[in-house]
């Protein structure tokens, strides 16, 4: 890591939030941007400068990632923050929303406030912790939405539960846009869910697996946002993965509806087959869905009715994954392949690259409120310096997450990050480079 200048000539930039997809130089001083654009192709370099040949490569606004468990506190053993941190920058993240499903759960001012100064302390990265939307996690109780929202909490959420009680999440929603804050929730119900364990279906039978039906996602959602327009809150479904869930959201939207909606990239880039022989790693929740959803999700991302999309980020240590399929915890880790991953919809043609990076940079820090996810001048200095077109294969020894329940193993991929900086500074450099 150095505090000096950094210089990347001659590179193409790609910056959403500014519209920008074009061959220049970026400077960055004392940690923000000085310039990035073609008017910095002759503009010099500042005195002691690190500097790097882009040509052939690309840089990124560093990727703000909106869905990401740690185990930190509570369940070290599967991840802690400074080890998500190191999985993230490895992955050209460079700002992370961690969720509250800890243990003590973060659903108060001093427990926040443990996490953001332990992410200061040990983390390569910026984390913004998200704090619960009821004590405990319970569903009963809401939290000090007002007191952790002036803590500097970006986001309320219940983490991996959907809340039941429609009277209480109008409760919710009512104080969260008092407070300006954005509640965060997954929609899948419960008891329509059941023992279920993956999509429900013809694969489902053949497996005999019991499935999980698509109501269980659309019904919760479908309230929601009707509570979202009668209390005029600022509402973002978590993760949606049907083709119905984006019409119904589309159709919200058209109605102004101040909603908005991620999508795991699991579910644009993997559907129900990939679970073939009982393959927990793609034990998800919500879970792998036909190929007709996974193409209306990749349609839903293009056209702008799904707005970010997030890792959601997973960790589980083998015991938990290493049992017959139903008896396996859901859940996969995503920091490292978010980028590579996404970027097999741009080498397709199924999705513009400009669309992709805004989906992972200016859209989710536009939804936290936070000065990230650009290279404007005078923003901080986070980015990514990717080869668009490498091929590389995600194996085991590559991943830095300290659990290694990726669906993506040993996936091949192109587009490789080569570099990650925060505020001005390496934290994470690609071996050989």
Known sequence: MSDRPLVIEKTRIVDPARGLDAVGTIIAVD???????????NQGRPDGATVI????????????????????????????IASASAAAAAGGVTSILTMPDTNPVIDDVAIAEFVMRTARETALVNVFPAAALTKGLAGKDMTEIGLLADAGVRAFTEGRKTLADPALMRRIMTYARDFGAVVMHETQDAALAGHGVMNEGLLASWLGLPGIPGEAEIIPLERDLRLAALTGCRYHAAKISLGESAAVLSAAKRRGVAATAGVSINHLALNENDVGQYRTFFRLSPPLRREEDRLAMVDALANGTIDIIVSSHDPQDADDKRRPFAEAEAGAIGLETLLPAALRLHHSGA???????????AAPAKLLGIDRGTLKPGAPADLALVDLDRPFVFSEELIRSRSKNSAFENARFEGQVLRTVVSGRTVFEAAGE
Do not use: K, N, S, Y
């Open 31 to 41: 940690g923000r941007i000085a310039a990035a654009g073609p008017d910095a192709l």
């Open 53 to 80: 040949d882009g040509q052939g490569l690309a840089v990124l606004p560093g990727l703000v990632d909106a869905r990401v468990f740690i185990g930190e506190p509570g369940g070290e053993h599967r991840e802690t």
């Open 351 to 361: 999705v513009p690259l400009m669309r992709i990076v805004e989906a992972m940079t």
